[in-house]
């Protein structure tokens, strides 16, 4: 008797959810769901209802994240939109899933030909919409919204090939970001024996996977076991992809979006902003082909692009201008004759599956006597490296989107055949150098013996050396440098910072560049000199300033820059009349141009590196007053895992360096993160941080700012910054952002990662800023550390300022 009030209780409670708030996560077949009624999945994860995306008057049932209800991650209708809001999701007689319009006209329909009366409709917590049979509990499922991916590939979902059906499910982009009905991007598997992913724009590849080797597509890094299962099921029956987070507190996604990305956005449950894992942007050479036929990809060389060994470019001319795209031609034609021998290309992805021939059952013995054979084989490679290797696969014709890679992640090896005439030409040319080698034995020991008395000479007067052996870099001779800066001539100078001095040079080409000389008596920036070299030599990201090249020559010392004609962003915003020529507009690309760069920096490139000296004479702007962040002289490069370092030598510049730093040493990517809202803060006030004033108050600018904004007074923040009044909430966003960074508790600051994310969306919520760090320090810091001034020429092409600790 007792049971009976709690289950009506259950019903009644469940009916005014599912009536009531819409909060159900089933439909059953007398029920509807119109504009404002949402089902809600039993784990709160996900809420399905109608939608309309931007500023599309069209509507659309689709599945969303109930915490992001921006982030529509399945759409029912894409292809046929309701034209308003008036539209009932119903279970129809025969039990489809239906989309009734306002004069009840099917617009959709889930259309299974497994349906039957009186079927359910239920929102998993996987974000699966699916239709069952009654009281059926199994995961039979009539119908599911899995079976149907829109552009996002949930975890528990399959994209891939359905081989007894000839089925191939695949992701497509929306067409734009107000209308998703399918665009031109698809990401799907394409199966020509061997899988592998591609991303099309249209029928124009644009990325490419590489092909599985049994153990990881060939293209892509091992798999990170620790945060997904990936299932790879590639069999006689059906051949598909899925990941599931192997832990509950991930959740993730992979997304097409229409510009032609993909991307794998991550976020821990519980925050606030999703962060992007992976882009298929990861790195240029990522782009399909992007070397041309026959050339090879590598992505720590500058230039990036080489031909194969064996190879030269098609046309020189176009190649030295890094015009890859007709690519390589062989030196000396195969001719098919006997002597031919396969040249082995080790770390790479293999070349797109255009031409070849497959066999899996061979073994790793007779795939290379079957290249031999066939005259048109042009390289071989095993298809499956588990084991030892096995199968054979045979490209014939060119071999295109080739990348090699640096880590030892990869084993996947390529054989390249080469004519009888190439190996002649590299075992003469062997003789030859076997022979002036021997023949200079003797001299080389001899002066090798003069030169290590000199080196041991110059090693006592300068106390170091350099050791350019790791230096991969155009190198530019004194020469061609003295003569484009006019011999250093002080008209050309502009810039001076703790370690040299920068001219302005023109090459011979008409090319500007920026010529950062090293002060012959700083020995001490030897070693920065030298992280600078090999760590920007290494970086390429449109939002940083990009090195040239070096002159080692002698005792100088000196790194060739790109030229930014409107100098850096501090001689715009600080000075009265030019400040007015930065719009809003104009700011927040810099802005955001220096998260992405940041957040390149931190995370993206191969390298993990803390700038440690982020401040406005840091950020150039180049003709368009596009930001680049320059001056990594101070920037350390720190291993996979390590988060934080601590250092006995404190270097930056005051009003930048977060209190962790300043205090203790310690230095971490939250270190930049608060010179990063420093930075945002001086950009929306036109103030510096250190050295202001305020009437009302004793703190700095981070002080000022916070108080200000808990007073709900952050508008008064802002400098009068023209064409400002349409995007009042961009501003104050900022600022938020901003006061976020500048926290005084590293762990409280966001991730550049989070910065780009808040920046970029306008309805997120954001968390409340905690007190800012140096809120109340302020006197006892200023006054008691000893700084090296910033050179009264702050609008200098490249500084380095430094300062030590005590
Ligand atoms: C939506 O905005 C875009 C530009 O932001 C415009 O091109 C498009 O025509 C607009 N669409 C509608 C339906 O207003
Ligand atoms: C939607 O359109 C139909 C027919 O055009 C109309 O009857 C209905 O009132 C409209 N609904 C809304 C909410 O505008
Ligand atoms: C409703 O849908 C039917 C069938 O698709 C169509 O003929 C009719 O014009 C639609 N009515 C409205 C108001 O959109
Ligand atoms: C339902 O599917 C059948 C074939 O499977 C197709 O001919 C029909 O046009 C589809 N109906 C709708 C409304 O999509
Ligand atoms: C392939 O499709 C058939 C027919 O719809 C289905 O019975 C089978 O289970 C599917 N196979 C896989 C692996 O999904
Ligand atoms: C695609 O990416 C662009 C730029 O990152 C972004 O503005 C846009 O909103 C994205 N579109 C979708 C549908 O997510
Ligand atoms: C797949 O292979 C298995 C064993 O290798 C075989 O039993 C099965 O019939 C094959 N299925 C198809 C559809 O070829
Ligand atoms: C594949 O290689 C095996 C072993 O060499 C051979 O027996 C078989 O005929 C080959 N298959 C094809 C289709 O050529
Ligand atoms: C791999 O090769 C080695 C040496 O040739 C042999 O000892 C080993 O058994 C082979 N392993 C497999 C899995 O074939």
């Known amino acids: 008797m007792e049971i009976f009030p709690a289950l009506f209780f259950q019903i009644l409670l469940l009916y005014l959810l599912s009536g009531f708030c819409s ?73 489809d899933l239906v989309l009734l319009n306002a004069t009840t006209g099917v617009v959709w329909s889930s259309n299974s030909s497994r349906t039957e009366p009186g079927s359910a409709a239920q929102l998993l917590e996987s974000g699966n919409l699916v239709l069952k049979r009654k009281d059926d509990t199994t995961e039979s499922y009539i119908w599911q919204s899995f079976d149907f991916p829109s552009d996002t590939l949930l975890p528990g979902m399959k994209i891939g090939w359905n081989l007894s059906t000839g089925v191939n499910r695949y992701l497509t982009s929306w067409k734009d970001e107000n209308d998703p009905s399918p665009g031109d991007i698809t990401y799907r598997i394409d199966n020509p024996g061997m899988p592998q992913f591609v991303l099309r724009r249209g029928s124009e590849k644009i990325y490419r996977s590489g092909p599985w080797n049994g153990i990881r597509f060939s293209g892509i890094g091992l798999p990170l076991k620790t945060i997904f299962k990936y299932n790879h099921v590639f069999n006689n029956e059906s051949l598909y992809y899925m990941n599931e987070a192997s832990d509950n507190s991930i959740i993730t996604r992979l997304t097409v979006n229409q510009s032609g990305l993909l991307q794998r956005f991550v976020l821990n449950k519980g925050d606030f902003s999703w962060t992007t894992m992976y882009s298929s942007q990861y790195d240029q050479c990522e782009e399909y082909g992007v070397c041309g036929a026959n050339g090879i990809c590598k992505i720590s060389k500058r230039p990036i692009c080489e031909c194969l060994d064996g190879f030269v470019p098609k046309s020189r001319r ?18 098919c004759q006997q002597g031919e021998q396969f040249l082995k290309v080790a770390r790479v992805k293999l070349p797109d599956l255009l031409e070849f021939y497959l066999n899996k059952s061979m073994s790793i013995h007779e795939c290379q006597p079957a290249c031999f054979k066939n005259c048109y084989c042009n390289a071989y490679a095993y298809s499956d490296i588990r084991g030892n290797g096995s199968g054979c696969l045979m490209w014939f014709g060119n071999l295109i989107d080739i990348r090699e890679f640096s880590q030892e992640n990869s084993q996947q090896d390529i054989y390249v055949r080469m004519p009888a005439s190439e190996i002649y030409h590299k075992k003469k040319t062997r003789h030859k150098l076997i022979f002036v080698v021997s023949s200079l034995l003797f001299g080389i020991l001899f002066f090798g013996f003069l030169i290590w008395c000199l080196i041991q000479r110059r090693k006592r007067k300068r106390g170091s050396e350099t050791n350019d052996k790791d230096i991969e870099l155009p190198r530019f001779d004194l020469i061609t440098i003295t003569n484009a800066t006019n011999n250093f001539s002080s008209t050309n100078m502009i810039g001076e910072g703790g370690f040299g001095i920068v001219y302005k040079g023109t090459l011979s080409t008409g090319q500007e560049v920026a010529v950062k000389r090293l002060s012959k008596n700083s020995g001490q920036g030897l070693q920065e000199f030298k992280n600078e070299v090999i760590l920007i030599a290494k970086l390429q990201h449109r939002n940083l300033v990009r090195l040239l090249g070096c002159c080692l020559e002698g005792d100088e010392r000196m790194l060739i820059y790109e030229y930014m004609p409107n100098k850096s962003l501090d001689y715009f915003i600080f000075d009265q009349n030019r400040k007015a020529l930065l719009t809003w507009k104009k700011r927040f690309e810099i802005i955001m141009g220096i998260s992405r760069g940041l957040l390149y920096l931190h995370r993206d490139s191969r390298l993990r590196i803390i700038h440690r000296d982020l401040k406005t004479s840091n950020i150039l702007l180049d003709s368009d007053l ?44 939250k270190s930049d993160v608060f010179s990063f809202g420093v930075l945002l803060l001086e950009i929306v006030s036109n103030r510096k941080n250190r050295r202001f004033h305020h009437p009302e108050h004793d703190h700095n600018l981070l002080g000022h700012a916070w108080l200000f904004f808990t007073e709900g007074r952050a508008w008064e923040i802002v400098d009068d910054i023209s064409e400002l009044s349409p995007v009042e909430s961009e501003v104050l966003r900022c600022i938020h952002v901003g006061l976020l960074c500048v ?51 702050t609008h200098n092409v490249v500084t380095m300022s430094e300062l030590e600790a005590r």
């Open 626 to 669: 596009n930001a680049k962040i320059s001056d990594f002289g101070l920037a350390r490069s720190f291993g996979g895992d390590q988060t934080e370092i601590n250092t006995k030598r404190v270097v930056g510049t005051h009003g930048y360096m977060s209190p962790e730093y300043v205090v203790d040493g310690q230095f971490s990517v």
């Open 743 to 793: 926290q005084k508790l590293p762990h409280d600051r966001p991730t550049m990662a989070s910065v780009v994310v808040m920046l970029d969306n306008k309805g997120m919520a954001l968390p409340r800023p905690k007190e800012p760090g140096f809120f109340v320090e302020r006197s006892c810091i200023e006054a008691d550390m000893s700084t090296s001034e910033e050179s009264g020429l």
């Open 318 to 335: 176009e190649w030295d201008v890094h015009d890859w795209s007709n690519g390589c031609v062989r030196r000396n034609p195969l001719d």
């Open 23 to 95: 909060a159900a996560d089933t439909l059953s077949s007398s029920m509807t769901i119109s504009y404002g009624e949402t089902l809600v999945s039993s784990g709160q994860c996900f809420e399905l209802g109608f939608f309309s995306p931007g500023n599309s008057s069209k509507w659309y049932i689709g599945i969303w994240y109930k915490e992001f209800p921006e982030i529509v991650v399945w759409v029912a209708n894409r292809d046929h939109p309701l034209r308003n809001s008036s539209g009932v999701l119903t279970i129809g007689p025969d039990g």
